[in-house]
């Protein structure tokens, strides 16, 4: 029990970091546009987050039991998952670089149940067809539809949206609850993932009445966990994160309030859309793209292609990169801590 509580902790420092990491995303425009001063700019951040965060939990079940096989999840698993997710976002964000924490946690998820499963590539959940018992409706589910093909599909989408909004043109608080309804609810996912592997494997019997709230015999997002991820998160944008802000709002284009409205507008259209179908896409390539594209509309010798294309590189490597970090970590922990 104390060390799944050891887990959920790290989970939780993962949403703190994920929340002053991504904190650019819902705040970086109206910050460099003067819309807001900085600190009013974050704490609009931190609340609507948290308010988003408490909106949903499609994404929180894709995470927690759509893409690893979960007879192969112990609470190591989860806590080398975690750690990759944290060091790659630390790294990422002290280069400024604008990574997705959402592929930060999937790579770190899928390179710690790899290396659980001593390397058996068929527990990462590639490509599968799901027939819902009650409706008899067929949903592909898994890897490649959840998380690839949305990860190429919502670039695509931002660019050409910020680019359609700022041509035909149509916000914070609202690309804020976006952030918060698309990310908290992966960590959401996780906690509950860690909550039911830990019961599966009759860990947690017998608990003291204090803590009865962790048994969970089946997969499901109680009400604490969400509570926990999103007060977490909003604290965590409240910390900032200005060095990522610095990237997204001077470095890559020169935005007007008019080109922040139409970045907000469309980034946060993305992710709503998205969560709506469980799809656990970037916040930070929604946003980034849409800012991107308002770039190209409003003047395309002015867009920092140098920036974008360090960003870009930086998006490539993200899930091989925390996962790999996650991989290591559980083969470097495994011999100390019994799984």
């Not at 993962?14 to 001063?37: C, M, P, Q, W």
Request: charged content about 10%; some cysteine; hydrophobic content about 55%.
């Amino acid at each position: 029990m104390l060390f799944l509580l050891l887990v959920i902790l790290v989970v939780l420092i993962f949403d703190y970091v994920n929340g002053f990491h991504d904190a650019a995303n819902a705040i970086a425009t109206v910050v460099s546009t003067r819309v807001l001063t900085p600190r009013l700019a974050v704490l609009f951040a931190a609340v609507f987050n948290l308010v988003g965060a408490l909106s949903g939990e499609a994404v929180a079940k894709t995470v927690g039991a759509g893409l690893v096989d979960t007879a192969y999840v112990t609470s190591l698993t989860i806590l080398a998952a975690m750690l990759g997710g944290i060091f790659w976002n630390l790294f990422t964000w002290w280069f400024g670089l604008p990574t997705s924490s959402s592929h930060a946690l999937i790579g770190g998820l899928c390179g710690a149940a790899l290396a659980s499963a001593a390397g058996n590539w068929n527990v990462i959940k590639w490509s599968l067809t799901k027939v819902d018992p009650h409706t008899g409706v067929a949903a592909w589910d898994g890897l490649l539809p959840k998380v690839v093909l949305p990860m190429l599909g919502s670039p695509v989408a931002g660019l050409i949206g910020g680019y359609l909004v700022m041509m035909l043109l149509i916000s914070a608080s609202y690309m804020a609850w976006g952030h918060g309804f698309a990310d908290a609810q992966k960590t959401m996912g996780v906690i509950a993932l860690a909550t039911f592997a830990a019961t599966k494997a009759g860990k947690l019997e017998h608990l003291p009445p204090m803590f009865g709230f962790l048994y969970s015999p089946k997969f499901e997002v109680h009400l604490w966990i969400k509570v926990a991820c999103a007060v977490v998160m909003g604290l965590g944008t409240w910390a900032g994160g200005w060095r990522i802000i610095r990237t997204l709002g001077h470095k890559l284009i020169t935005m007007r309030p008019v080109h922040g409205f139409a970045a907000e507008a469309t980034g946060a259209t993305i992710l709503l859309v998205a969560g709506k179908f469980g799809l656990p896409v970037s916040t930070t390539h929604a946003i980034t793209t849409s800012i991107m594209g308002v770039g190209v509309a409003k003047q395309p010798a002015a867009f920092n292609k140098v920036v974008a294309e360090r960003i870009v590189w930086a998006w490539i490597f993200t899930i091989p990169g925390a996962g790999g970090l996650a991989y290591v970590l559980f083969r470097a922990l495994h011999p100390f801590i019994a799984s």
